[in-house]
């Protein structure tokens, strides 16, 4: 069974820089298309970035184009998301999800059969 583990969030101020982890486990990290979504409160579930494992491409939400990054180590099972240049409408509890599907479309929640439990990123004006 695959789990996912997020971590590294915290409060930071507006303009500074946060990077958080996804560990994987249970199954062949290679395999699996991985993405992060976010929810703030009282919004619904986004879309935030997607890296693909056939050949590591990457898409990102446009409103987080060009600040965040989302990259995998293969060899330590594991996901990042660096995020640059933070915003106050950046705050939300960040999900790290997982599928083996990969014609998924990467930006549906849908696509998903594996969740973590999220680690939250809060960031003040």
């Known amino acids: 069974q695959v789990q996912l583990v997020e971590s590294g969030g915290g409060l930071v101020q507006a303009g500074e820089d946060l990077r958080i982890s996804c560990q994987f486990s249970?199954?062949?990290?290679?395999?699996?298309?991985l993405a992060w979504f976010r929810q703030a409160p009282g919004k619904e579930r986004q879309f935030v970035a997607a890296?693909?494992?056939?050949?590591?491409?990457?898409d990102y939400v446009g409103s987080v184009k060009g600040r965040f990054t989302v990259s995998r180590v293969n060899v330590r099972d594991t996901l990042y998301l660096q995020m640059d240049s933070l915003k106050p409408e950046d705050t939300a509890l960040y999900y790290c999800?997982?599928?083996?599907?990969?014609?998924?479309?990467?930006?549906?929640?849908?696509?998903?059969?594996?969740w973590g439990r999220g680690t939250q990123v809060t960031v003040s004006s």
């Open positions: 249970g199954g062949t990290f290679t395999r699996y298309t």
């Open positions: 999800v997982a599928t083996a599907n990969s014609h998924a479309d990467w930006r549906l929640s849908a696509a998903y059969d594996y």
């Open positions: 890296i693909r494992w056939t050949d590591g491409f990457t």
